[in-house]
């Protein structure tokens, strides 16, 4: 098992700097959307993980393809790194410029550029984030369901394979990016994919791209999949005695087959936060957030059975929240959790664990998770998107204590090894980026981290893309 | 646009020769299970598809992965290719060796490893065929959903991006397999993905596998997602005055959103030759078969709500299929719709088209493809899985009669030519083999396709993987 990286800079690799030729070029092209102060460098140097910031030496902000492209044209020809910037709620490090070079800024780049209702697919730039792509389509009755509660941007979530609350209906970014526009490595502009819904057109690039942490190439427009607003949605809130006993109904939900929409798990600490910093005054006990999407006739169907599953495994007090504003307010609360478990604990940064595993060892691997981290004393919470099996302990570890850093990443290890023995997953939605780079090799083994390895050398020679993510070459 | 292959073979390329010491050492282990029988190669040189049978010139009965591995290893040092081989049911000419080489059969790998129900997975070896594995897993409730007609392999359904009928409600290949197991062209075993239901763990080598047509790999274990059976399932036909009424039907139904688990559209001459084949008293008109999945309450709202739709659009006579052996009777016609053809039509072989377009664009595409297709005066049925977008035209071509192969070669051609301009795709499921490499140009372009060329140049640089398959290097 190999340790988490002591450092987030591999020791081995130097920072490429930026020559000043390529930055005349930059500046000639872009004026003032070419800035080296050290105010945006900063902000494009961080995102929401704990390790320190790391600026690049330059922020570009592209509006267009051609934009992307020129900067990874003159980036190819001075061999210097290029590393796409959303909104920066990155979790693992992937933003940060750890070989120095160029912070391509896609912020700007925020266009819905085509909505194709009557196909159920939208065509997006890299820069729209997911709350404002449901709200520009509001009124065609269709929505984009993933949602991995920041208001990442579409490009973000598809570079990390993002997913979220509504995963365990509608699948992951994996299942629902339908086609790609993409930067390549060396400054060529490709598509990937079609509108059609299946293909079985030559290699997956599509997916290959997708969940590459921009280690490949820049996307440029993402084509998604849309969902027709249910007809019914009701959300429901169940405390269970304990958090295994709201996994062993959960576990007992999806081996039913109920098509549930969402199914969060809170521990009593995430209530604890989540009542204080939103005003809530939800019953500090393990919980079940669930939502149900369907019919009328279907959506009671479900619940009925949940509620059913739910009475076997003690759980209590099951209460509905049907207005749109109840279920907003709870999903809001929900969402808010990262952000309430901070400011209850100021002088903190979290570290967030990610493991998913099969679904029937979930209760055995949160289980002893719970366990390490009471005895660890940290303060801790719990979140999980425990219908796919995916769960989040988030340590807040003071900024001045390196040593409780040091802590929750052993506890991290902990997990991540264990997770790794019930056949799951360092990550379910996260990402590698930085942090979890030994946990690849030891989930994958070194020969398939390797293959990975040659697919990128294959495709960025230079190694220009977003370089030291996922593994080092 | 570039014109079909008027060859399978490419001009360019030489056979590379098995040679003795290879032959000797293949001998050596495998004993019998090495043959050079011209009955055996010839077996192994053909499949569905109209090209002239191309045999390999070895044929290895492989029983595990590391016979697998031993084969691939000594290919790989003779620079020799090597073609898997499940049953030969492909349609596009994947199995045929154009290069010569080693045909590896994995029929005898037809073990379903692990069954893990608690989880909704199963791996199985590469031989196990879809109907084996469902018999195989009965007893668990469960079931695998993916459904391309034939009784095809595992390892070939992956390898293809395989999807079928069930593909409108279950997904792909793409979406439904888990893990691979696979032996690298290096000779390497190397394992990607888990069992976990998602993963942000780096690239998806999975879906890099999967489609690649063996190209890049030989697969010798899957992981699948299972499913529960639906407590419901009720089957109902549906005439239309015309296969526009019934694509148009189809269309609204998708569009709503109603969770059909099946969409098949059979026009007239597809029932006629059913009819006659299986001895059936279907109504010869263009014809809906679908099926619904779900609780007693659900199927009977989704039903409800498609002959709502079907009645505005003309349909008539919606009956009901709900005993387990009149469905079965319905999808076994259905399925033997292409055996059936061919036995309407004797001396001939089928060409068969394989468009997906974006649904909204589905009738403007059939309605051109019928056009030219009664135009043109070959013999000829459409069957499609609507739902998704794809159909499939099959025209009977005499094979004594190379024009007529020539003219469906060309009807295809202008039919792939306008799902391309509908933003669609030349090959919904059933792979591009040596039939469509022109067409995945026109579709994907030469940039994406050289991208598709430099990862198979990285993963397989001596070019031994099923070589000429997908494009030529």
Chains 1, 2 share one sequence.
Not at 95 to 113: F, W
Not at 172 to 186: I, K, P
């Amino acid at each position: 098992m190999n340790a988490p990286l002591p450092d987030h800079i591999h020791p081995a690799v130097k920072p490429r700097l930026v020559p000043a030729a390529m930055l005349a070029s930059l500046r000639e092209r872009f004026g003032e959307r070419c800035t080296t102060s050290s105010a945006v460098r900063e902000q494009h140097g961080r995102d929401e993980s704990p390790f320190p910031v790391t600026p690049p030496e330059v922020v570009v902000f592209c509006e267009s393809t051609d934009d992307v492209a020129a900067v990874v044209r003159l980036a190819q020809e001075h061999a210097v790194p290029v590393i796409p910037f959303g909104v920066g709620s990155s979790l693992e490090g992937h933003l940060l410029a750890v070989q120095g070079g160029v912070s391509v800024d896609l912020g700007r780049m925020d266009k819905v550029l085509r909505v194709n209702a009557e196909d159920l697919t939208v065509t997006v730039q890299p820069g729209v984030t997911r709350e404002q792509l449901n709200r520009e389509i509001r009124e065609t009755g269709l929505f984009f369901p993933i949602d991995p509660g920041a208001n990442a941007t579409l490009g973000g979530m598809a570079a990390t394979r993002a997913s979220g609350t509504n995963a365990v209906r509608y699948g992951t970014m994996r299942e629902n990016v339908l086609a790609l526009e993409v930067v390549t490595a060396g400054g060529d502009i490709v598509r990937t994919g079609t509108r059609a819904k299946k293909s079985s057109a030559g290699y997956d690039l599509t997916r290959l791209f997708v969940g590459s942490e921009g280690t490949l190439g820049v996307m440029t427009a993402v084509t998604l999949k849309l969902y027709p607003l249910p007809e019914a949605v009701s959300a429901a809130v169940c405390h269970f005695p304990s958090v295994d006993a709201a996994v062993q109904a959960t576990i007992q939900v999806i081996q039913m087959g109920v098509p549930i929409a969402r199914c969060e798990l809170l521990d009593a600490n995430a209530v604890r936060y989540v009542n204080r910093h939103d005003k809530l005054a939800l019953r500090e006990a393990p919980m079940l957030l669930m939502e149900f999407h369907g019919s009328e006739a279907g959506v009671k169907e479900q619940a009925e059975i949940v509620q059913s599953i739910a009475d076997d495994h003690g759980g209590e007090g099951f209460q509905w929240a049907t207005t749109p504003e109840e279920r907003t307010r709870l999903w809001a609360a929900r969402h808010r959790a990262y952000f309430a478990g901070m400011s209850a604990n100021p002088g903190t940064r979290t570290v967030t664990t990610d493991t998913c595993v099969p679904i029937s060892r979930l209760a055995e691997c949160i289980g002893l998770a719970v366990t390490q981290a009471d005895e660890a004393g940290l303060p801790y919470y719990i979140v999980g998107h425990v219908g796919d099996g995916n769960f989040h302990i988030a340590y807040m570890v003071r900024e001045d204590r390196p040593d409780q850093r040091e802590l929750a990443e052993r506890l991290n290890l902990q997990l991540v090894t264990h997770a790794i023995s019930l056949e799951g997953t360092c990550t379910g939605e996260h990402g590698i980026g930085l942090h979890k780079m030994g946990f690849l090799v030891d989930e994958a083994g070194l020969g398939t981290v390797d293959l990975m390895r040659t697919v990128k050398r294959a495709l960025d020679p230079k190694n220009i893309m977003n370089p030291g993510k996922i593994f080092t070459l």
